[in-house]
């Protein structure tokens, strides 16, 4: 009887200590408000207003499950599931992990390497965004090209070194022609990334590249689909200068294309993307923000300008009031909207008439868990 009270006590013990070394943690954020938009469409050749409820303007509404279990020798076995949703009605986005579904192995003196499906290099904008890449942001003016995701990844983030950390993501077309051939709905994908940090200041650059499933090209035709703005390369630098409660951000892009096919006058092969803004942290709780955007494109795509004022009240540690005010000025052959819309002149891509302005507002309630 003593031996087997041992063996349990045992057993327990080692279940115990297993236990301590894995973590599993669910965590996620839900945004909700109101906003009021002019400059919208009408479907009969004018312009309208509308008013309406609407989830994720501020950050996207999503839920996740990351998880680490010490492998021994400072090496970890990570993982991480996450998925988007409109808090408004509780419809996913997509497939069930839209944004993240990535199993590796990390270390803390080597980095860390993942495979699956993530978001795509080009999100690292985010931390160099005035507004972090809300719905009327850095991501509006080049059309969601800033903002994608990538399946069939493989990736690395390395440490720091002197300030120094590179992050590289590789995603497989999976298709028989290397770059994609149309049997399969990604072309290839790949990026590089390198940051510097210091007290006072944080440059990155950033080189990536999105290939048309179709034929493995950086463009494609626009006639079925988005040319530039969905397949091109992408050349940003950006920085951030920590000044007490001021903190500038800045970027440009530059998103060039090649094999672009049925090119008609107002679709561009080429854009010049760029924007700067300030934040105040007045308090410890609250946060205003003022930012401009600006892109330039080719062959008669013409110019765009958005300029917003916002700002955060944290009522908690979790939970946020959020406010935003932006307009976007086009000129007089440019169709930008506030959104990341799709190219095209049709009131279902929500883009305000040629050469219009469009304007809104969001308030809303941000809670982290």
Known sequence: MKKVLLASAALMAFSAAAHAQSSVTLYGRIDAGLEYMSGVPDGAGGSTHRFRAESG??????????????????????????????????????????????????????????????????NGIWDFDPFGQSNWSSASLVRGRNWPQSSNNISYQSPKFAGFDFYGQYALSNATNWNGNGTTPQGRQAGAQIT??????????????????????????????????????EYTAMFNVFLGQFKLQGGYQAIRTSGMTNLLPGQPSTLDHEWGGVTWQATPAAALIGAVYHVNGNNGAGNATIYSVGGSYNISKRTLFDIQIATVRNSSTANYGLNANNYGTSAATDNPLVGHSQSGVYAGIQHSF
């Open 57 to 122: 303007d501020w950050g996207t509404s999503l839920w996740g499950i990351k998880g680490a279990e010490d492998l021994g020798g400072g090496n970890r076995a990570v993982f991480r599931l996450e998925n988007g949703f409109n808090a408004m009605n509780g419809q996913a986005q997509g497939n069930l992990f839209n944004r993240w579904a990535t199993v590796g192995i990390a270390n803390d003196q080597f980095g860390t390497v993942l495979l699956g499906r993530e978001l795509f290099i080009s």
């Open 196 to 233: 510097y940090t210091s007290p006072l200041f944080q440059v990155r650059g950033i080189y990536d590249e999105i290939r048309n499933p179709a034929n493995g090209t950086l463009g494609g035709d626009y006639s079925t689909g988005n040319g530039a703005y969905a397949y091109s390369r």
